[in-house]
């Protein structure tokens, strides 16, 4: 069900990685970083199931901690979407963290993860990570993300017609473990 999808991840990570090559004083991503995993984002059908498969497997007491982790999340976002607050400007831990603030999921983690740190491009708009050197102005290798989410979606919609055009945040798709 997710052949798919893992070679779409792999054709990002490829790219990403390469971009990091050429670029590796502008791209500051490196093990220990976590500073995606503080965004806030949303995730597909698709990647909310996938992540769920992912997080099923887990040692159930890294599972326990992620779920109560999700809880306070999610009522960290619900304020946030209450209050209407730009949700590219917030940042709220991911529930996925481990006290190291290793990701427990890390092989299923979301496009927005995986692109985070290279310049990517959706709408016309450019976007790099805060920590990152890239300079204005100038121009870099970019993932373009609309095609990447209209490929998400197209994912989605053969899962569930109904749902894809819906996106998750990754607490609520943690939480919904609970309700399978």
Known sequence: MFTRLQALYDTIDRTASQIAGEYPKEVKCKKGCSDCCHAAFDVSLVEGYYLLSVFRTLPRKLRRKALK??????KEWDEMIKKQLDISRIRIRCPLLDDN???????????????????????????????????????????????VQKELYLMSESINPKLCKKRWPVAAVLLSENDS
Not at 69 to 74: G, L, S
Not at 110 to 128: A, L, S
Request: charged fraction near 15%.
């Open 69 to 74: 982790n999700a809880q306070k999340v999610m």
């Open 101 to 147: 603030d290793t990701c427990i999921a890390y092989a299923a983690r979301p496009v927005n993860c995986r692109t985070y740190g290279v310049p990517t491009e959706i709408d016309g708009k450019g976007h790099v990570c805060r920590l990152s050197s890239f300079n204005p102005g100038v121009s870099y290798p970019t993932i373009k993300l609309a095609p």
